[in-house]
């Protein structure tokens, strides 16, 4: 089955982790028919475009959740090791997503250089396919310049 087109930022990684920006209703049984058996949120609930009852709706297509809420303006520790933890223990095929996939592609890229040991290079090639905290405009940028840094 190819890829999916129409959900945003979508990235394949390999055969059992993809990532993408925001979810909506109509992505959540595409993410089912590509056999997703976990997915990680790093979103907020309270961004006008998260989808509401995410766990709920996840659940119905037998797909695990976990939400680990990253305020995008303050990245931190203890989130990181959240993602850590989720990433070693959820279900494969897992589909790791935010609203943009910025916060996913920062995560991916500590997590791949910090564990699975990837060079510091792949890991950034993968992360700079969706952006690059260090050269992007965006106010919060910063902070994400400084996450990857840890």
């Known amino acids: 089955m190819a890829d999916p087109d129409n959900i945003r930022a979508w990235q394949r990684l390999d055969e059992t982790l993809t990532t993408s920006g925001r ?4 992505d959540v049984p595409q993410l089912a028919e590509h056999g997703v058996r976990h997915v990680i949120n790093l ?9 509401a009852n995410e766990a709920g709706k996840m659940a119905a297509h037998g797909i695990g959740y976990t939400h680990i809420p990253v305020p995008f303006d303050a990245p ?3 989130h990181f090791a959240a993602f850590c933890d989720a990433m070693d223990t959820a279900e494969r095929p897992l589909h790791v997503h935010c609203i943009m996939n910025w916060r996913v592609s ?3 890229y500590r ?3 910090e564990v699975l040991n ?6 950034r090639a993968l992360m700079e396919q969706q952006w690059s905290p260090e050269t992007n405009s965006h106010p919060d940028a910063a902070a994400w310049a400084q996450f990857i840094r840890q």
Request: glycine letters at 0%.
């Open 43 to 51: 979103a907020l609930d309270s961004h006008p475009e998260a989808l």
């Open 106 to 108: 920062a995560f991916l």
């Open 76 to 78: 931190d520790e203890a």
């Open 111 to 113: 997590y791949h250089c």
């Open 118 to 123: 990837m060079a510091e290079a792949e890991a």
């Open 23 to 26: 979810i909506n209703l109509a």
